[in-house]
């Protein structure tokens, strides 16, 4: 590893250390449950948290670096018990910087029942461009949970995934990006909840989503990158 790698291996040790203080803010683990992990920029390379190690422990000394084969090149404990499948998302998907992995409520309850999340909400159209999809039942261990994953969002608007019976993942271009998709994940998956608990929502126009999504993708970011 040359300096100029080791200085981003730092930093993104750093970053994804304190993105895993994102997932208790907003109470989308619980115990040692879900991780998040970043792709280490023009690198065969991810950082990504150890396995079983309680949140509170979590810092940029315990991360873990390993290859896209989840081979751990650096870091003192095992990797989480998902680097297979965050491994295959990054050698699949060469635009995706950072994935997360949560079992957060309202949206693995849809995930259990194995039903996509329709698109009622504007701020979900902004977020996931439509509804969030449901991916394959998947066994953890081999390439079966990355094979869902990337085939449910690859051609996709939504970077969030649910995975049948088992709970949400999710992409971005970094590892920031990934875990404020899952943070709006919950937070709609949650509201479609308490809408349809009392009623049955009412769907939004295709071209209306199109519409807020072409808008918060290009307009709403590049307004909110200047000022
Ligand atoms: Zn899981």
Known sequence: MNSDVARQVSTLRETVASLHGELTRYGLVAWTAGNVSARVP??????????????????????????L????????????????????????????????HTHSSYATAWAARGEAIPCWL????????????????ALIGGDDIGKGIVSTLSGHRSPAVL????????????????????????????TAHLARALGQ????AQADINSLYDRYQNVYGQRSTIG
Not at 49 to 57: E, F, M, N, Q, R
Not at 179 to 188: G, H, L, P, R, S
Request: overall charge negative; aromatic content about 6%.
């Open 42 to 67: 023009g690198q065969d390379l991810m950082v990504i948290k150890p396995s079983g190690v309680d949140y509170d422990a979590l810092t940029a000394d315990t991360m873990v670096v390993c290859d």
């Open 201 to 204: 929502p009412l769907s939004i």
């Open 122 to 137: 504007t701020a979900q159209a902004d977020e996931f461009g439509g509804e969030i999809p449901v991916g394959p039942f």
């Open 163 to 190: 995975m049948r019976n088992h709970g949400v993942f999710t992409i971005g271009r970094d590892a920031r990006a990934a875990v404020k998709a899952a943070v709006m994940c919950e937070d709609v998956a949650r």
């Open 69 to 100: 084969n989840g081979a751990v090149l650096d870091g003192n404990g095992s990797p989480s018990s998902d680097t297979a499948a965050h491994a295959y998302v990054y050698r699949a998907m060469p635009e995706v910087g950072g994935v997360v």
